[in-house]
């Protein structure tokens, strides 16, 4: 993989981090996804298949609070018109005033829509098993 993708692949994987950290809508978050794009959520046993149920999802999500992600593994690859990140992450977030952790194992593929520009095709994100 070229270096070029390597940092693409990376930097589309940390503003989708910076995204969740940050956002003040859920409409923010979605906007990262292509509209015909499949979530399978960490939060939810519900897949996301349309724009609605991915706002909805979002929504939750950010009723909890101080929500960090930390990265403990990532692996980029170029699939052709595609890039791939996988690997490990843990949600921090406070919900009801008490604080909790979650370590899940997640896979992205970005497809390329213009030159420079990219939206999340595919999203599977799984709690870790105990």
């Known amino acids: 993989m070229s270096n070029l993708h390597t940092t693409t692949a990376k930097e589309l994987y940390f ?5 969740v ?7 923010e978050i979605v906007s990262l996804y292509l509209d015909n794009s499949i979530l399978i959520p960490t ?12 706002i909805d ?11 960090k992600i930390t990265t403990e593994k990532l692996i980029c690859q170029d699939s052709s018109a595609c890039l791939v990140c996988s690997g490990l992450y843990t949600f921090h977030y406070t ?4 604080r909790f952790s979650r370590s899940s194992r997640f896979t ?13 095709l ?9």
């Open 21 to 27: 950290e940050n956002a003040t809508t859920a409409e």
């Open 57 to 67: 999802y979002f929504q939750n999500l950010l009723t909890k609070k101080n929500i």
């Open 95 to 98: 919900d009801q005033n008490r």
């Open 108 to 120: 992205f593929i970005f497809k390329k829509i213009q030159d420079t520009a990219w939206q999340i």
């Open 43 to 54: 939060f939810s046993p519900d897949l996301c298949v349309n724009k609605q149920q991915k």
């Open 122 to 130: 595919h999203h599977h994100s799984s709690e870790l098993p105990n």
């Open 15 to 19: 503003s989708w981090i910076n995204h």
